[in-house]
């Protein structure tokens, strides 16, 4: 059993390094955004490369995420995280310096590697090392941290822009990676899936059941993956990357090659279904779609954070272009939605366990779908306290609402064995669906390839997009509404109740016992 104390040297240290893991990606899932119209003019980008400069990360990071925490439980928890760590700064370091769109496009795809070692490794160390009665503490710090670097992102980011230049947004992980690995290596006790004597501590570090978002996948939790799912990780993450180029490529690029990748990703995508059939371990086990309730509540995922990716790429971009703020206004204008969501997410969760989830997760989306509406008043010259603080306030409210209660209800709606399975698919789906709006809202809406070039253009696509976004939400709503029931009194509580990310829900991990209500 796991034995560090919290209040130890040794767990501080461990929490430290967790927390600059975390937060070298929660960072750039934030930043970069606000970088994109600067990005696009040192570099003489069209809107599509741009596209594929926030989706090559998505498509990594949430094509490969459930088999990184496989390969943690596996390899060993500390190493596979230094891993995600070196390699996500040396991506950086070449985002960095990239010298045209396409060899950012390329790193930024590296990124999204170093991602998916990284972000579920982070947390399972702290499940693997901290005692029990200090380990939820720690995840809670771990998540009020992380969420922190999340809220200081756009601003450091807009500044960063407006002052050293935007590639300092990228190479600002270097230095927090220089400090992470060496007190990672010296501090944190190596685990796996299996009990593995930690001479640091002495003591006995990773017990098979604290495993994350891939353990206890395919034939039982607890279990360190014998057989990785390698061939479904690159069919899915091929799918998503086929699509994604037809959606991109279908304003301007010939049609016999759009249409044959469009097909091609279909293709792919049934491939995936059926080796995650027939695999005995696999990455996606489709039998947990079993639950109606988990069902559901991924189509809200599916619809919610779609909006949430596609708001959060336009409104940086309409902030600089049409109503002509910085790159520091401009991230700094949307601060508030992660603000609310460090002070208000802990109690939402309280709240949704009192009423159930199906209210929180019906007026949730719409709260968010009423913010995007307001968000039609944001143009030329729009004034920050009338025009956007209501919209960003709103918006707020409602991701205060629903994120909570959606990643409970996701935990509850399968067997506690596979709490960090389910948290996993909830994650990567949400991801999934931003890297699909973004490819797909400036084809919904019109948007040419020079669009954020012209304030005017820009603006009319913008207005449409938000349109499309709030009646996504509403789909949501709609489903959260007739599909959602109040999960049973016994059933699994996430350990994360206070959350910062605006683009994905937490990721939770494996346990054994189940915590009553």
């Known amino acids: 059993m796991p034995d560090v104390r919290l209040a130890s040297p040794q767990g501080k240290w461990i929490l430290l390094t967790t927390v600059l893991g975390s937060s070298m990606a929660l960072l750039d899932s934030t930043v ?12 003489d980008a069209d809107l599509a490369a741009l596209q594929w400069t926030v989706n090559a990360y998505l498509l990594t990071l949430a094509g490969l995420i459930l088999l990184g925490g496989s390969l943690g439980d596996h390899y060993g928890r500390r190493k596979v995280f230094v891993v995600g760590v070196v390699w996500f700064a040396v991506a950086s370091l070449l985002c960095g310096i990239a010298p045209n769109a396409g060899v950012l496009v390329a790193a930024r795809a590296l990124q999204g590697v170093g991602g998916a070692l990284l972000t579920p490794g982070s947390l399972a160390l702290i499940q693997a090392s901290f005692h029990p009665e200090d380990r939820g503490r720690a995840v809670g710090l771990w998540s009020g941290f992380g969420g922190m670097g999340a809220a200081v992102g756009p601003f450091l980011g807009g500044w960063l822009v407006d002052g050293p230049g935007w590639r300092w947004v990228f190479l600002l992980n270097v230095p927090l990676a220089v400090v992470c690995v060496p007190v990672a290596l010296r501090h944190v006790p190596e685990s796996d899936g299996r009990p593995v004597r930690s001479g640091a501590s ?21 279990r360190p993956h014998e057989r990785f799912d390698v ?17 991109i490529e279908a304003r301007s690029g010939p049609v016999g090659v759009v249409t044959g990748a469009a097909v091609a990703g279909l293709v792919a995508g049934f491939a995936f279904v059926a080796v995650e059939r027939r695999h005995p371990d696999p990455m996606l086990p489709l039998d947990i779609f079993a639950s109606r309730q988990f069902t559901a509540v991924n189509l809200v995922t599916l619809c919610v954070y779609a909006a949430f990716g596609g708001f959060f790429f336009l409104s940086a971009v309409q902030l600089q ?5 910085s790159a520091l206004g401009a991230g700094t204008a949307l601060l508030p939605t992660t603000v609310l969501m460090l002070l208000l997410s802990a109690r939402s ?5 009192h009423i159930g989830p199906r209210i929180p997760l019906t007026v949730g989306p719409l709260l968010c ?37 959606l990643t409970a209800t996701v935990l509850a709606s399968v067997d506690v064995t596979r709490a960090g399975v389910a948290s996993g698919v909830n994650n990567a789906a949400a991801r999934a669906a931003g890297l699909v709006a973004v490819a797909a809202l400036p084809l919904l809406t019109g948007m040419s390839s020079e669009a954020y070039r012209s304030a005017t253009a820009f603006d009319d696509a913008f207005q449409r997009a938000m349109v499309l976004c709030a009646g996504v939400l509403v789909v949501g709503a709609v489903v959260a509404f007739t599909t959602v029931r109040r999960p049973a009194p016994d059933c699994r509580r996430p350990e994360c109740r206070t959350h910062g990310s605006v683009l994905a829900p937490p990721l939770e991990g494996e346990r054994t016992k189940r915590r009553l209500a």
């Open 202 to 222: 002495g003591s006995t570090a990773g017990s098979p059941a604290e495993s994350v978002t891939g353990s206890g996948a395919g034939s039982g939790a607890g």
């Open 369 to 405: 779908a009423a913010g995007m509406l307001l968000m039609l008043r944001v143009g030329p010259g729009a004034s920050y306290a009338t025009d956007v603080l209501p919209a960003v306030l709103v918006l707020g409210f409602g991701m205060v609402a629903l994120v909570a209660p």
């Open 321 to 325: 272009v049409v109503a002509g703020w």
């Open 349 to 353: 969760g309280e709240l949704a366990e």
């Open 32 to 43: 970069v955004n606000v970088a994109l119209p600067r990005i696009g003019r040192d570099l």
């Open 231 to 247: 061939l479904g990780a690159f069919l899915g993450a091929l799918s998503l990357a086929l699509v994604t180029y037809a959606l």
